[in-house]
């Protein structure tokens, strides 16, 4: 589900079946952050919309998948990319995963994660 209060156009609800072409194939075309989060858990509630907020302020350079963990057989991605809690987000690119961070963080400080992760060539992209 959607956080309500993230107005971003260039946000996507992942599940297990959708992974492959949400998530690893549209990052061969630009980076993708995946946010795996659980609705009993208070700092995915608080990451939220500053995730939300950081993609918009890109203009969609930069893609958000949510997948919320106890959906579906959504925990089996959970345990393949051996995620030890929630929230953790992934940073995809080309098909392969470029750094990760785990808990709530600000917006500046997932900006200026990015401008460490991302390759040289979209390290341009996050804004101040």
Same mark, same amino acid.
């Not at 609800?13 to 549209?26: M, N, R």
């Not at 858990?41 to 500053?50: E, I, K, N, W």
């Given at each position: 589900?959607t956080?309500?209060g993230?107005? @971003? %156009? !260039?946000?996507?609800?992942? +599940?297990?079946d959708?992974? &492959?072409?949400?998530v690893? +194939?549209? =990052?061969?075309? &630009?980076?993708?952050l995946?946010?795996?989060? *659980?609705?009993w858990?208070?700092?995915? !509630? %608080?990451?939220?919309? !500053?995730l $939300?907020?950081?993609?918009? +302020? ?6 958000? *998948? /949510?997948?919320?963990?106890d959906?579906?057989?959504n925990? /089996?991605?959970? $345990? &393949?990319? /051996?995620?030890? #809690?929630?929230p953790t ?5 080309? #098909?392969?995963?470029? %750094?990760?961070? @785990? $808990? *709530?963080r =600000? ?5 200026d994660?990015?401008r460490i !992760?991302?390759?040289? +060539? ?5 804004v @101040?």
């Amino acid at each position: 589900m959607t956080n309500p209060g993230d107005p @971003s %156009a !260039h946000l996507v609800d992942v +599940d297990l079946d959708g992974f &492959q072409h949400e998530v690893l +194939d549209a =990052s061969e075309a &630009q980076p993708v952050l995946v946010d795996f989060w *659980a609705d009993w858990c208070a700092p995915c !509630h %608080a990451l939220a919309p !500053h995730l $939300g907020r950081v993609v918009a +302020d890109l203009d969609g350079r930069v893609r958000l *998948a /949510k997948i919320e963990v106890d959906e579906g057989e959504n925990m /089996k991605l959970a $345990g &393949q990319y /051996k995620l030890r #809690g929630f929230p953790t987000v992934i940073l995809f690119y080309r #098909g392969a995963e470029l %750094a990760r961070f @785990s $808990g *709530a963080r =600000s917006r500046h400080e997932i900006l200026d994660w990015l401008r460490i !992760h991302l390759p040289d +060539d979209l390290a341009g992209l996050a804004v @101040s």
